[in-house]
């Protein structure tokens, strides 16, 4: 069958023949998994639409969209002004059928470098029509004479179908396709093309455009080969997706790349962790911004109206699933995990999203909760705070039902989770109070002092908090070790009789999350990992949880001496068992006593040899992080999650937990002079101007300590520095004094110095050695 023939006219709809379902079966197994495609009479499938149902698309009626405007076309400047005539009819496609959490997800655990691919036809690729080195001296003589026909000549043979792009990229045309790591593609040659295409004459871009149209139509209609999943390798990392003028084509691309079949997503995530940090980057910002103007256009009129193609952006958002779980599978990733964060998701209804994931699930409804990896942690804290609100609402409404049906005059204390602690007694007094009320966990919390006057409007919670955290995590107290190599506490592995305190410290963290509250402490990051495994209370009580897989990466963070150690074991080059001499038996001091305990049943009589070291290193690290604290850290586990017991931590990770504990570690002290707020001062007063020139100066360790010594904590909120409330007070006294600050409401007490000089000495003086609430 000839080319022309398989392309359908613009009056076809890009549709699968339905006419020889015989044939296409035995040539196609895995097209069956694909989403049904309907006539262009029938009505879309329910999906994953964000607006009215429509009709599917004929793919091929934009494909004439350039040549009838080719001569006006010609005329402009940018590809920007390529015009697409039928946009505004261009019909809904059939939905893609994602189940995130399910069977769609792309798996790190099931991603292998064993994996095979499905068994596909075997290509025949045409000639290879230049090398790279042909490419840039045409490139090169284009300096000199101006003529470009060579160069495109090259651009519209490689970008007219899928096997000519095979043919000219492909590093050896008679490799075989039998691996997931490399695939075989010569990046350089393909990201010089791609450089050298974005200052090529208009015309030449445009046939680069006409020809990926082709290439989408003939894939689409013919049977798939195995080296497709390169052409679309290939594509995607094309830069004139960059420009809005392209999103049509574009989003087909996507929506093609999206309903793959799963062991096509392997390898395309497999390749794009080979990928440079550079195109990676471009790749993640160039879906963002796609998403981005899709929902918030700065031209309405460029795109087709979103009940039209709603596919757009669940198609995009599958495709930077794919780049996420490959930036996942690096042991350093490519990008931080931020730079997946779309901020323009934080202008939408949040809770909308997050009410439809909750009631949907992965259906066919589309929910950006569904990809929690694009929310900022920004937004993250909106819905958790608001889920939160709705609970607290919701069991406070339940309380008031409870006491007008019996008859009783209500309470407004109901209302609250009312502590009334004494300060001699915190720890016992907190326990008991928390005991007594566990059902009123998920109110707003209030906290007395017994014997002192006083409403607490905030202050007395953080007070309350910051005292009882200094006291249980204090070394005597024998609950948790500091660890001072890595300035980190970690679970004490002390067996004891009752671990109702560990229990209490896990309410703590959840309370301060359920009220905003931002704790001053310091768990390593595998705390949190541990934290949320799983993020949901399982249903059966003897289903273990707190345990996650642990390496020696996250021993590090807590025993970086220990790791190192473990380190060494392994990359040893001579004899383990002699230079060793150490068994599958490790020590542990408990109260004065040496115990032993075995890490493999006999583990006392097992060497630890060349070749079961890696075993012994496993079993070591998942003692000390895993079974060691088992009990210790599940009541931990379950304090935590009575309070924040809610599917919103589902879409938290573990940093991000952190950062809603304890706040995050980056600073702007500028940030935090626009927000401050005066008493006694302005912001134009010569002491003001002082403090700013001496703080704004001050190196980051000295701006830690100044937070440190008047929040409690060196850490900024999710929110910002604008979150800190934080204000600055006259001091009527001496200026011989120093500073003074109440952390309890984050205000700092400063005298009215009257140099500079002097400020900076008694600031420095006074942020270095209080005390505070520092846990060590």
Same mark, same amino acid.
């Given at each position: ?695 704004? !100066?001050?190196?980051? %360790? /000295?701006?830690? =300590?100044?937070?440190?010594?008047? @929040?409690?904590?060196?850490?900024? *909120? &999710? !929110?910002?520095?604008? %979150? /800190?409330?934080? =204000?600055?007070?006259?001091?009527? @006294?001496?200026?011989?004094?120093? *500073? &003074? ?36």
């Amino acid at each position: 069958m000839s080319e022309a023939g398989r392309v359908p006219s613009p009056a076809t709809p890009l549709v699968v023949a339905a006419a020889a379902p015989e044939e296409r079966k035995g040539k196609e197994p895995e097209r069956e998994k694909l989403p049904p495609i309907v006539s262009a009479g029938a009505g879309a499938t329910a999906g994953l639409d964000r607006g009215a149902k429509g009709q599917i698309s004929t793919f091929s009626s934009f494909i004439s969209a350039i040549s009838p405007k080719k001569e006006a076309a010609e005329n402009r400047s940018s590809p920007a002004h390529l015009v697409f005539p039928n946009i505004k009819n261009v019909r809904d496609q059939p939905p893609i059928c994602l189940d995130v959490r399910q069977k769609q997800r792309v798996s790190m655990d099931a991603s292998s470098s064993e994996m095979k691919a499905p068994v596909l036809p075997e290509p025949i690729l045409p000639i290879q029509p230049k090398t790279m080195k042909d490419f840039q001296e045409d490139v090169e003589k284009v300096k000199s004479s101006g003529d470009w026909k060579a160069v495109h000549d090259f651009y519209l043979t490689t970008f007219d179908s899928f096997p000519e792009l095979n043919a000219a990229f492909k590093k050896d045309a008679t490799a075989s396709f039998n691996t997931i790591e490399d695939s075989g593609i010569n990046a350089k040659f393909v990201n010089a093309v791609y450089d050298t295409l974005l200052n090529t004459p208009q015309d030449i871009q445009k046939t680069v455009l006409k020809g990926i149209i082709n290439s989408l139509l003939r894939e689409w209609k013919g049977p798939r080969t195995k080296d497709d999943l390169r052409a679309y390798f290939i594509l995607l990392q094309n830069p004139q997706f960059n420009n809005t003028s392209t999103y049509v084509i574009y989003a087909h691309l996507l929506r093609q790349i999206a309903t793959l079949v799963e062991a096509d997503h392997h390898f395309l995530v497999h390749w794009f962790k080979k990928l440079s940090q550079k195109r990676f980057k471009q790749l993640v910002e160039r879906l963002l911004q796609f998403i981005s103007l899709r929902l918030f256009p700065a031209k309405p009129e460029e795109f087709p109206p979103i009940t039209k193609c709603s596919w757009w952006i669940p198609s995009a958002a599958k495709v930077l699933a794919l780049l996420n779980t490959a930036n996942n599978l690096v042991h350093l990733p490519l990008i931080p995990y931020t730079d997946f964060y779309n901020s323009t998701l934080d202008h939408i209804d949040l809770m909308e999203e997050y009410h439809t994931w909750q009631n949907f699930g992965n259906s066919h409804r589309f929910s950006f909760c569904q990809y929690p990896f694009v929310i900022s942690i920004a937004a993250k804290k909106i819905i958790i705070q608001r889920d939160s609100e709705q609970q607290m609402i919701n069991i406070a409404r339940q309380s008031l039902v409870d006491k007008v049906s019996r008859r009783q005059r209500p309470d407004m204390n109901m209302l609250f989770l009312n502590m009334k602690v004494r300060r001699t007694h915190l720890v016992s007094d907190s326990l008991d109070e928390l005991t007594r009320k566990r059902a009123d966990l998920k109110k707003k919390l209030k906290v007395t002092f017994v014997g002192e006057a006083g409403l607490d409007m905030g202050g007395l919670t953080k007070e309350w908090f910051l005292l009882l955290i200094r006291q249980i995590f204090h070394p005597d107290y024998g609950m948790f070790t500091y660890h001072k190599d890595s300035h980190c506490h970690w679970f004490s592995s002390f067996k004891c009789d009752n671990y109702s305190e560990f229990r209490l410290v896990g309410i703590l963290m959840g309370l301060a999350v359920y009220n905003s509250i931002t704790l001053d402490i310091r768990f390593p990051p595998c705390c949190y990992k541990k934290l949320l495994s799983p993020p949901i209370i399982p249903s059966d009580q003897n289903i273990p949880v707190g345990i996650c897989s642990v390496t020696v990466d996250d021993l590090c963070q807590i025993m970086p001496e220990l790791a190192h150690g473990l380190s060494e074991l392994l990359s040893h080059e001579g004899n383990v068992e002699e230079d060793f001499y150490s068994t599958f038996q490790v020590f542990q001091e408990e109260f004065g006593i040496i115990k032993s305990y075995n890490l493999k049943p006999g583990g006392d009589k097992i060497s630890v040899t060349n070749q079961n070291r890696k075993e012994y290193v496993q079993l070591y690290t998942d003692f000390l992080l895993n079974k060691s604290i088992y009990k210790q850290f599940a009541a931990f586990y379950y304090g935590f999650h009575s309070v924040c017991a809610s599917n919103a931590l589902m879409l938290l990770r573990p940093e991000e937990v952190e950062i809603l504990v304890c706040g995050s570690p980056d600073l702007d002290m500028h940030a935090l002079q626009r927000s401050t707020q005066y008493d006694g001062y302005a912001k134009t007063d010569l002491t003001i101007k002082y403090f700013w020139d001496v703080v704004l !100066g001050f190196p980051l %360790d /000295l701006q830690k =300590k100044l937070l440190h010594f008047t @929040t409690g904590s060196d850490r900024v *909120p &999710v !929110g910002g520095m604008a %979150d /800190l409330n934080f =204000k600055i007070s006259k001091n009527e @006294t001496s200026t011989n004094w120093l *500073p &003074v600050a109440h952390t309890c409401f984050n205000q700092l007490c400063l005298p009215p110095y009257k140099s500079k000089k002097d400020l900076k000495q008694k600031l420095i003086i006074g942020i270095s050695n209080s005390e505070g609430f520092g846990l060590e």
